[in-house]
């Protein structure tokens, strides 16, 4: 992830990082409700309950970064 960050051009870091965030989040999401559905220690599953609260939050926040990020970019290709 952080070589892929070094190597864009400065247009393209923005766009790069933010899908980046998305994929990430969604990624941890699934694990957080995987264990937190069948996992085999409690103290864990409730942790991971309540992770999941804020990894959906993050990942909320993360996709409307990356609407607003397509609009700009759409906004100035017209341009």
């Known amino acids: 992830m952080i070589d892929n960050l070094r190597g864009a051009k400065d247009a393209d870091f923005d766009e ?3 899908d980046q ?3 990430a ?3 941890a999401l699934i694990v957080m409700r995987g264990y ?3 996992g085999d ?3 864990l599953k409730k942790f ?3 992770v999941e609260n804020a990894v959906k939050m ?3 926040m993360a996709k409307r970064m990356d609407k607003k990020s397509d609009a ?3 906004k100035y290709e017209k341009h």
């Open 72 to 74: 700009m970019e759409e």
């Open 41 to 43: 220690n409690e103290p």
């Open 16 to 18: 790069r990082y933010i």
């Open 25 to 27: 989040h969604e990624e």
């Open 36 to 38: 937190h559905k069948s």
């Open 48 to 50: 991971a309950g309540n």
């Open 58 to 60: 993050h990942l909320s």
């Open 21 to 23: 965030q998305v994929d």
